[in-house]
């Protein structure tokens, strides 16, 4: 089945670092989905995009929409030690199927 | 808010059981669905149900069965565990996020380990 290219798979930051990760694909989506899971949880959404060129943001979060609707970005902006986590995106493929990205895991030195 | 509940956090179980991974959603969703997540390959799909007694594949169905008998309750069976099936499972519910768009809403997860 198709899956999202996320990168970069890891990064390991300074706290109060911003922090810029991706996700592309070779097909277009309609919407993009951002997720954070922490150490023991599931994923919980963070950011729904709708539309291509949208930018949409949630407190220090901003994500865009691609123009192409083949890709999506997401920063965070002054991390702190709760970023800690992996982040998914997600492509809507209809009939509320999602397609997930491999995940990118933050680590954050305090 | 929507509650997605996996009945065990962890499992371990011998290779050749017959295992049962429960999942219980309270929103009277049609949708749920069962992922296995692994380090760097993400979440995949493995069977997803879009209302009860349905069902259908997802990517890697291979090994893996489901029962979807009330609305709330999609289970996911390893007819016989091997090795290779030692993962954290994940199930979801869907909901309506926005403009018609349905995001899911995960359990805390099953890590099952296999022996």
């Known amino acids: 089945g198709q899956q999202l290219n996320q990168s970069p798979q890891s990064m390991f930051i300074q706290e109060g670092e911003d922090v810029s990760m991706n996700c592309t694909s070779s097909?277009?989506?309609?919407?993009w989905l951002w997720y954070k899971q922490e150490p023991g949880e599931g994923p919980v959404l963070l950011i729904a995009l709708y539309k291509a060129g949208e930018l949409t943001s949630n407190g220090r979060l901003t994500a865009q929409f691609g123009i192409t609707r083949k890709d999506s970005f997401l920063n965070i902006s002054a991390s702190i030690p709760s970023d800690v986590g992996i982040y998914f995106c997600a492509g809507h493929q209809g009939a509320q199927k999602l397609v997930f990205g491999q995940g990118t895991r933050l680590t954050i030195n305090p | 808010d929507v509650k997605v509940t996996q009945s065990s956090r962890y499992l371990v179980k011998r290779t050749g059981e017959k295992v049962f991974l429960e999942c219980v959603q309270d929103?009277?969703?049609?949708?749920m669905f069962w992922y296995r997540q692994d380090p760097g390959l993400g979440l995949r799909l493995i069977y997803f149900?879009?209302?009860?007694?349905?069902?259908e594949k997802g990517d890697i169905p291979e090994g893996y069965s489901v029962s979807r008998e009330k609305k709330e309750r999609f289970s996911l069976i390893l007819e016989s565990a091997s090795t290779n099936q030692t993962s954290m499972y994940l199930c979801?519910?869907?909901?309506?996020?926005?403009?018609?768009?349905?995001?899911?809403?995960f359990g805390s997860g099953t890590r099952l380990t296999v022996v």
């Open positions: 097909s277009i989506f309609n919407t």
């Open positions: 929103m009277d969703h049609e949708n």
């Open positions: 149900s879009y209302d009860v007694k349905m069902k």
């Open positions: 979801a519910s869907t909901r309506l996020v926005g403009r018609g768009v349905y995001g899911y809403t």
